[in-house]
T-cell receptor, first 112, second 116 residues
Framework: DAKTTQPNSMESNEEEPVHLPCNHSTISGTDYIHWYRQLPSQGPEYVIHGLTSNVNNRMASLAIAEDRKSSTLILHRATLRDAAVYYCILRDLQTSYDKVIFGPGTSLSVIP | DTEVTQTPKHLVMGMTNKKSLKCEQHMGHRAMYWYKQKAKKPPELMFVYSYEKLSINESVPSRFSPECPNSSLLNLHLHALQPEDSALYLC???????????????FGPGTRLTVL
């Protein structure tokens, strides 16, 4: 499975934008980029996913580099509720099962 | 209803006990998963069920025995566990289809297991 690397931790001020980077230099053409987050004392939750084009939804935006070797999750205005561990995950389109392998993730702290 | 429920929330057991964890979803998902999560570590995949059949076992010791009695229920039977098996056990479910699509996994809140 292709691997991802993320910073161990990041800090943001409340109501400021946050850019969470992810490197995936060995990504294959059939890998989708998914982001999940895990709030304290909860199970992970889906945030966003993309293949080649930038994506927006109500939670966040995903910017994907043209060579697809990196991506950035963008939270437009961080709130205290966004303090969580953010996981960048590659999911292979070709597999017939939904194997989700979590890397170490980035622990985001939001400062009031 | 987009909820995955897990019972119990907390479980303490001795090394000779037999216990079971239960997971339930009513979203019509035909894939269900067990993950193990140690403190400050990411979740680790243990088992995947698709259409009620075991499709992935990530080399999990036999003291963990999964069961999927129907499309809504997933159990994890525990027997002769070790203290190092203490962890948060997460259940998840998803639709089956192209793995790269938005087949998002919905996670339950987990069962916090302590083995004495």
């Amino acid at each position: 499975d292709a691997k991802t690397t993320q910073p161990n931790s990041m800090e943001s001020n409340e109501e400021e934008p946050v850019h969470l980077p992810c490197n995936h230099s060995t990504i294959s053409g059939t890998d989708y980029i998914h982001w999940y987050r895990q709030l304290p004392s909860q199970g992970p939750e889906y945030v966003i996913h993309g293949l080649t084009s930038n994506v927006n939804n109500r939670m966040a935006s995903l910017a994907i580099a043209e060579d697809r070797k990196s991506s950035t999750l963008i939270l437009h205005r961080a709130t205290l509720r966004d303090a969580a561990v953010y996981y960048c995950i590659l999911r292979d389109l070709q597999t017939s099962y939904d194997k989700v392998i979590f890397g170490p993730g980035t622990s985001l702290s939001v400062i009031p | 209803d987009t909820e995955v429920t897990q019972t119990p929330k907390h479980l303490v057991m001795g090394m000779t006990n037999k216990k079971s964890l239960k997971c339930e979803q009513h979203m019509g998902h035909r894939a269900m998963y067990w993950y193990k999560q140690k403190a400050k570590k990411p979740p680790e995949l243990m088992f995947v069920y698709s259409y009620e059949k075991l499709s992935i076992n990530e080399s999990v010791p036999s003291r963990f025995s999964p069961e999927c009695p129907n499309s809504s229920l997933l159990n994890l039977h525990l027997h002769a566990l070790q203290p190092e098996d203490s962890a948060l056990y997460l259940c998840a479910s998803s639709h089956l289809g192209l793995a790269g699509a938005k087949n998002e996994q919905f996670f339950g809140p987990g069962t916090r297991l302590t083995v004495l």
